[in-house]
DNA sequence: AGGGCCATGTAAGTCGTTACATGATTGT
DNA sequence: ACAATCATGTAACGACTTACATGGCCCT
């Protein structure tokens, strides 16, 4: 239900067509939120169906023509009446990393050690490519009033990146005792 | 896809009836899966079928009879090649909080640390339960090697509450710096 | 020559949620 | 009296994923 407002969200910012309304979710709200291309392709024409944005075919030469998604006054008010008005949905996620973790009971030591070793080098990755990110958007600077949103949930996306590897040494050096206790094992 | 290894995870400490697994799915799977129960009775009724578990009616006087599933060493060994084998996938979530802060932008500072504030007294209430929890099942002792799995994502679970207690912190003194430069706002 | 980017979608299938259905026992 | 716990499921619907389909441009 609630992609309809992560996409009226994100066209409250700038029009856009549904293929970078795709980068734009990969690039800002992939920490939270997540959708397919086709799926948004959907949820678009359902929603220009019941007036909340409308589209405009632009047609291009070099590249395939394309279809330009503009919010409307009526896709605004929803927007603005569902982030103030409507009780919050529990978060809901699936990580498969920490449904293995939740088993590591079942493997060596060894092999528990080098899958998180493996999970923090891929956070450590994505942590400084968010980083990178950052300094480029606001170059050091405070973020402007129209950007404090997503200046918000990117300095979440770096702490949760940062509290995973952390939890990550925590865990591993908690499995390094275990293994010096039983050195045979 | 692999709601079917998270059940056969929590079989291969106990067996348990589809109820009994509903609600250890919501003790300990909680921060990083979620599954209905009519959704659990379907995939046990699957996993049946695959012969990666078995079932047997036990009935009772005082209570509804039930079906106690047992897990399979077929079933122990797809979960065991799904945990060392298989590339995992990557985690998603949907978390509606964080799609409403990416929009602060639309909202009034005010507005915005009401929102902030709830949000953190919700997480600090879910984190002291979890700490009771936490407290209740290791009594202060480090866990034994069978509990090593839930022991590490429990205190992955509080580190994520803690994590998200502090960037809340942040976002609220960085709202109410805005607030008293423009304080008819 | 091959891969990536631009750009849009349909179709089929799986997964997840909500509503419905039943009914005894135990605690407030 | 009313709500919660125990206990199992079906049916319908909605959300999400994967496979398929097309095709030119640009860079290496």
Redesign the interface.
């Known amino acids: 239900m609630?992609l309809k407002?992560?996409l009226l969200?994100l066209l409250?910012k700038e029009p856009s067509t549904g293929y970078h309304l795709t980068q734009r979710f990969r690039e800002?709200?992939i920490?939270?939120?997540?959708a397919h291309h086709t799926q948004i392709y959907r949820e678009l024409a359902k929603m220009e169906a019941e007036e909340l944005v409308h589209s405009e075919l632009v047609l291009q030469d070099d590249h395939p023509d394309k279809k330009v998604y503009t919010i409307e006054e009526k896709g605004l008010k929803a927007?603005?009446y569902w982030?103030?008005e409507e009780p919050?949905?529990i978060?809901?996620?699936?990580?498969?990393?920490?449904?293995?973790?939740?088993?590591?009971?079942?493997?060596p030591p060894k092999?528990a050690i080098e899958m998180l070793e493996a999970s923090k080098l891929h956070h450590g990755i994505v942590l400084s490519r968010m980083e990178e990110w950052v300094q480029f958007r606001y170059e050091g600077n405070s973020p402007d009033?129209?950007?404090?949103?997503?200046y918000?949930?990117s300095?979440?996306g770096m702490?949760?990146m940062k509290?995973w590897i952390?939890?990550c040494d925590?865990?591993i050096e908690?499995f390094q005792k275990?293994v010096q206790g039983e050195p045979n094992e």
């Open positions: 609630s407002y992560a969200g409250s800002t709200l920490h939270f939120w997540n927007l603005l982030l103030t919050p949905d978060p809901k996620m699936k990580d498969e990393m920490l449904l293995r973790v939740s088993l590591f009971n079942l493997i092999r009033p129209s950007q404090i949103g997503e918000l949930t300095e979440y702490r949760y509290n952390s939890w925590w865990a908690l275990m």
